[in-house]
């Protein structure tokens, strides 16, 4: 049994658990000061019903209205297929230490499974307390994938008023530009006790300017508020200091309060060296075509926005000049009017360019979900059909692209195997297909994840193994074998196929 990818995994758990005792419930370092923590008091909750129905029959399940909140998610068993013994035979410190190392950048299905786990409900882990440590560890890592809406949903699914769950709320609103609800409730609800900035950012943001300058003048008065942070809030209540004044430093720590002050004074932050959640600030209307395309392509590059805001991002003009993400849009509208068309030819002759620039910008995936369908209605040939069917691998139309496609070549053959899950006729060509291989050919799961299973700690097992797999896309590729092997033990059939045939198709840094 190999111990090098396990040994890796627990130091990164262990370096997270230590990062983790300064500030315990947020694995992100960028959350606005919105609130003040002191006034912390138990989650309260607001769990949707329809918890009946879970997979595992002999599940012990305790009450969703119970103490903790870990038990707030937004998809039911129905949904996720998964039993609501999730994570209840789990200690909760174990979970929350392997969601908040898990890595922000992975396969789309191998994404898609964690976020599927992020956001199930499920009966909280057995040692549970009230300060719902296992949801805010859910929710920030949806916030450090730059999941927003799915983030938002989350976290509404809560207890608002409860500040450590607000503050984040604030702060998702503050990069999707929806703060109105927000500023609201810190203005009426007295009991969040706001941090001077946000009070007077919300404040401002009302209208409220001689109550927001009374609120500032108070608190330098009192020595309340960080130097650097006292020079950008009186720039941001006064507007005539921006034409006399030299621009302000950047601060070591930029949340997205203090990065919406610095764009309201007129010093907007470029957020392509932030955290990928501050890429969903220049989504907004407000922002360059140009700007929302790179924010979006980032995005999409993470599976973070649907495949549609993508699509309509680049057809929204026509390009203003030429070369990177210019030629990117021109290429996806050109291939957009001709699959729009029904037109063979027209699609043959240009969707190797559209291929070539969603290879540049590693959106493979998303285009794949948009156009597979279309592509395989057509009479194609030669290069465009082979191209086609590459991406219907892609696509969640694999299985049955698999059923009638007819291979050119042994590597073809062997995607088909896998999209149909069974590799038994068909011999690896590589060192990536034989990792393949020994998944579908009967690998045993690790001794660790037997283990688990066997404790009915399902939701451990697979967090672990999606933290093998990533350890597999760059060091061994056993850690990739085992954790497909995982998938299939439980059940995840589908999950083991797509990120089979994603690892095989994709080409990505190790």
């Known amino acids: 049994m190999r111990f090098a990818g396990t040994i890796s995994l627990l130091a990164l758990i262990a370096s997270t658990a230590s990062a983790q005792s300064e500030e315990p419930l947020s694995a992100i370092d960028w959350l606005s ?6 006034t912390e008091q138990p989650l309260g909750q607001a769990v949707p019903n329809g918890m009946e129905g879970a997979v595992d029959e002999d599940v012990t399940v305790t009450p969703l209205d119970s103490a903790s909140p870990d038990t707030v998610g937004i998809l039911s068993a129905q949904i996720t297929g998964l039993p609501m013994n999730l ?39 057995h040692d549970a307390g009230s300060d719902g440590e296992l949801f805010l560890a859910r929710l920030d890592k949806l916030l450090d994938l730059g999941q927003l809406e799915q983030a938002q949903a989350l976290v ?139 924010a979006a392509e980032r995005l999409a590059r993470a599976d973070a926005i649907n495949s549609n805001v993508l699509r309509a991002l680049y057809e929204e003009r026509s390009p203003a000049a030429s070369g990177g993400v210019w030629d990117r849009a021109e290429a996806f509208q050109q291939f957009s009017t001709a699959i729009n068309a029904g037109d063979p030819s027209a699609v043959s ?29 057509l009479p194609l040939t030669g290069v465009a059909k082979k191209l086609a069917f590459r991406i219907a691998m892609l696509s969640p139309e694999y299985e049955e692209a698999a059923q009638t496609y007819v291979p050119t070549d042994v590597d073809e053959a062997f995607y088909i195997a896998v999209a149909r899950g069974d590799v038994s006729e068909v011999e690896p060509q590589s060192d990536k297909q034989r990792t393949i291989y020994n998944a579908f050919q009967g690998t045993p799961v690790p001794d660790i994840t037997s283990t688990l299973l066997g404790e ?40 083991a196929r797509r990120a089979a045939l994603e690892y095989l198709l994709l080409e990505r840094p190790s």
Not at 354 to 373: I, K, Y
């Open 156 to 294: 509404e699914a809560a207890d608002l008023k409860r500040p450590e769950i607000f503050r984040r709320w604030f702060d998702i609103s503050l990069l999707t530009g929806t703060e109105e609800a927000t500023c609201a409730m810190l203005n009426d609800v007295p009991d969040l006790s706001p941090t001077e900035a946000a009070q007077i950012f919300c404040l401002a943001r009302g209208g409220d300017w001689d109550d927001a300058v009374l609120v500032f003048n108070t608190a330098r008065a009192l020595g309340d508020m960080p130097a650097d942070l006292e020079l950008l809030v009186e720039r941001f209540l006064d507007a005539h200091l921006d034409d006399i004044s030299a621009p302000l430093e950047q601060p070591e720590r930029l949340s997205p309060l203090v990065f919406r002050m610095f764009e309201a004074i007129g010093e907007p932050i470029a957020t392509t060296s932030l955290p990928r959640a501050f890429a969903y600030a220049d989504l907004r209307d407000i922002m360059s075509w140009r700007t929302r395309l790179e």
């Open 456 to 495: 009915r700690k399902l939701g451990e097992a697979l967090l672990r193994a999606i933290a093998t797999f990533g350890e597999g896309m760059t060091g061994d590729p056993v850690g990739i074998t085992e954790a497909l092997a995982t998938f299939r033990a439980v059940g995840l059939e589908d999950v």
């Open 349 to 377: 002759s240009t969707l190797p360019a559209a291929w070539a620039a969603m290879e540049e910008a590693r959106a493979e995936a998303p285009f794949a979900r948009l156009f597979a369908a279309d592509l395989a209605r």
């Open 33 to 38: 000061r919105s609130v003040d923590p002191t």
């Open 87 to 125: 994570w209840q035979q789990s200690d909760e410190s174990t979970l929350v230490n392997l969601v908040n190392a898990e890595r922000t950048s992975m396969l789309p299905a191998v994404q898609d499974l964690l976020v599927t786990l992020l956001l199930a409900e499920a009966v909280a882990p």
